[in-house]
């Protein structure tokens, strides 16, 4: 049963709690185009595309605290996409030459350790 707009604000409160975990797959799929861009050497649209994600990184940890959700998701979901988004924005500047194969390995091993 629905009255009035409690219904569509009840249903909004239950679908919050998702709120940072939809950010954060969102994230995963810029890593995608971010990839893409350099392949396209695109790399205006590809250093764009790591902006707004790292934006939107700093977006889900706030909107989470604000709304005061956690999830067992979210907590091994985050640091993976965070890594993997580090790793494909150097992948892209190592494949550039504007970073050494001696300095994209050692962030390999400080994101993978």
């Known amino acids: 049963m629905r009255i009035g707009g409690l ?6 409160v239950r679908m919050s709690r998702y709120v940072p ?8 799929l810029l890593c995608v185009l971010i990839a ?3 392949i396209q050497r695109e790399y205006l649209l590809a250093l764009v595309a790591y ?4 934006l939107l990184d700093q977006a889900d940890g706030k909107i989470a605290s604000m709304l005061g959700v956690r ?3 979210g907590r091994h979901f985050d640091p993976f996409v ?9 992948a892209g500047f190592l494949s550039l030459g504007l970073l050494p194969l ?12």
């Open 51 to 54: 902006g707004l994600e790292e």
């Open 21 to 28: 975990n939809m950010i954060t797959f969102a994230r995963l």
């Open 82 to 90: 965070d890594t993997f988004a580090h790793l494909t924005a150097f």
């Open 102 to 113: 001696w300095m994209f390995l050692v962030i390999l091993f400080r994101e993978l350790a």
């Open 71 to 73: 999830s067992e998701t």
């Open 36 to 38: 893409t861009f350099f």
């Open 7 to 12: 219904g569509i604000l009840l249903k909004g």
